[in-house]
């Protein structure tokens, strides 16, 4: 492999998006001496607390994209949906980790369960429909219940229906309301968790342990690190979530999410992938107050080439997301001596927006020996 240019601390590391995660990478580059220029298109974003420079623009303003690649050294992301023509364009004037073609598989619902399968990694059965009666047909092969998502741009559950058996194709491809979807078998899992992998230039990897991931009304609720499951399903959790970042190549992290089966399928797979994203992920706070080196300065590690972290934990630890109006109640957590505070800086409280977090540390980190 060709030796990676290292990025020294002193320089700029450019970030595509303005949100938490950008403002937690920024924090974290500062901690080891760089300086951040976000990229985002809201004056508001909380990111720009936290950043020596800043680009407001539009994702599809050639220029500023060029001036803003022009003036760093190295370029990542913290949103996922940054459109191709940004990320084209950027990558012709600094380094930027992960690559266009990563995400262009990332975006896609689709492009992601082929990729998976291409490379041994099992997904739930899906098929693409584009109309109703590609649905109805599609539904003798992957019967309700069921679930027909977007391809693209989908997250907290927004963007997918729910399939149930009293529904006809007619009805659902109606309230789905999309040009193209697709259709997924549901799978009955036994617990829903999360591996976040980082991944540098000499394709070094390091994986944070698996962690358990509760949802409420779709959206991440409650991280608990470590999963409470078998030695052997959190084995193989880690190795298909290293498979996954080396074969597609990934600097920076990639987080995966999997669904644990209740029993092994007919592959002699207890995981199966549900979706992947190149970034930061919220099922990786936790690491901020639990591990010596959070996912935040993983990524920072990563995209300038530098070693990895450890990624061993000291402390077991539950992340809470504070959602709308439950960042009211940091006062409470102020006064907990175990809660590690995070709030986002956002100034409008919305029901579903993510205002904060907190990691709650429960003692030493479970050793197996
Ligand atoms: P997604 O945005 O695709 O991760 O979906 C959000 C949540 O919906 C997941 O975290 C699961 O709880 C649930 N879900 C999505 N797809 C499936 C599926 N194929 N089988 C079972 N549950 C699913």
């Known amino acids: 492999m060709a030796q990676a240019k290292i990025i020294t601390p002193g320089a700029t590391i450019g970030i595509l998006g303005g949100g938490q995660l950008g403002r937690m990478t920024a924090l974290a580059a500062a901690q080891l001496g760089y300086k951040t220029h976000i990229f985002c298109s809201a004056a508001d974003e909380p990111a720009l607390d936290v950043t020596a420079h800043r680009t407001l623009a539009q994702f599809d303003d050639v220029d500023a994209l060029r001036q803003f690649a022009q003036s760093v050294d190295v370029v990542t992301l913290e949103w996922e949906n940054v459109p191709a023509v940004a990320l084209e364009t950027v990558a012709k004037y ?32 899906y098929k693409i429909v584009q109309s109703a009666a590609e649905l109805a047909e599609a539904l003798k092969k992957i019967p309700a219940p069921a679930f027909l998502k977007t391809t693209r741009m989908g997250y907290d559950g927004k963007g997918q229906i729910k399939i ?10 109606a309230e789905f309301g999309n040009p193209l979807g697709i259709l997924e078998a549901r799978v009955d899992f036994a617990c829903e968790v999360s591996v976040i992998v980082a991944r540098n230039a000499q394709g070094d990897m390091a994986a944070y342990p698996v962690v358990e991931n509760r949802h409420k009304n779709q959206i991440l609720d409650e991280t608990h690190a470590p999963a409470a499951i078998d030695a052997e399903i959190s084995a193989e959790a ?3 979530a290293r498979h996954m970042a080396a074969q597609l ?3 920076g992290l990639l987080a995966v999410e999997l669904f644990v089966l209740r029993e092994p399928n007919g592959e002699g797979q207890s995981v199966l992938l549900n979706e992947i994203a190149p970034r930061p992920h919220n099922s990786g706070h936790w690491t901020m107050d639990a591990c010596a080196v959070s996912q935040f300065e993983q990524l920072v590690r990563a995209v300038c080439g530098l070693p990895l972290g450890s990624t061993e934990p000291h402390s077991a630890a539950v992340m809470k997301n504070l959602i709308g109006n439950d960042a009211l109640q940091w006062q409470q957590y102020l006064s907990d001596r175990s809660a590690c505070l995070h709030l986002y800086g956002k100034r409008d409280v919305r029901d579903g927006r993510k205002m904060g977090h907190v990691n709650s540390l429960k003692g030493p980190w479970p050793r197996a020996d």
């Open 94 to 125: 600094a380094p930027l980790h992960p690559g266009a073609s990563v995400m262009a598989i990332a975006q896609d619902r689709q492009k992601e369960k082929d990729f998976a399968r291409s490379v041994g990694i099992g997904t739930t059965r």
């Open 164 to 173: 149930t058996p009293d529904m006809d194709a007619e009805q659902a491809w």
């Open 238 to 240: 880690v190795a298909t």
């Open 249 to 251: 190549g990934v600097i």
